[in-house]
């Protein structure tokens, strides 16, 4: 009876063990792909804004007031909160941070809003630095980004962080 005891005591303490492994792994799979979704909705936003600025011309840096769509400026040193630029098509667009929400315009500033970030996405801050916009200059035109954020999960423990940095170059031969 004593060795029957201890033999399903050993048991059930494998077996709660092995119940704690597997809901650890659960949760751990929920923070997996909660990330994974976060992570895709972020690419799409990047991929479709870096094409557009790679395909751009007349890169401006500045303020929330947007800038001149015909001049070009360089912004280096903590960089601007929104980049303007014409499109292949001679269409002006405008990124930006709305709250926490990745923008774009197009057209004039603030007209044509689309969010390019998903609503489970916070992003915290958003960064452009633009060097050798000048037409005719001697570099080609270089655009950073440089986007901070985390995910919008309902609970806590999921709220994952990230830092991007992309560097882009026009295509268009500027030198």
Request: charge should be negative; aromatic fraction near 6%; charged fraction near 15%.
């Amino acid at each position: 009876m004593v060795e029957l005891l201890v033999a399903m005591s050993i048991f059930l303490v494998a077996v709660i063990v092995g119940v704690g492994v597997v809901l650890a792994v659960v949760n751990y799979n929920k923070r997996v792909q909660g990330m994974t979704a976060v992570m895709n909705n972020l690419n799409f936003a990047l991929e479709s804004m870096s094409r557009d600025i790679r395909t751009g011309t007349r890169y401006y840096c500045g303020t929330r007031t947007g800038g001149n769509i015909t001049a070009t400026r360089d912004c280096t040193a903590t960089g601007n909160p929104v980049l303007s630029f014409t499109d292949e098509d001679g269409v002006g667009r405008y990124n930006y941070l709305s709250g926490e929400t990745l923008m774009e315009s197009t057209g004039s500033y603030g007209n044509n809003e689309m969010p390019l970030s998903g609503s489970d996405i916070a992003i915290d801050s958003l960064i452009f630095r633009v060097v050798g916009s000048a037409l005719a200059g001697i570099q080609q035109p270089l655009v950073e980004i440089l986007l901070a954020g985390h995910s919008l999960e309902s609970n806590d423990d999921l709220e994952e962080s990230f830092e991007i940095q992309m560097t882009l170059t026009q295509r268009q031969f500027d030198v």
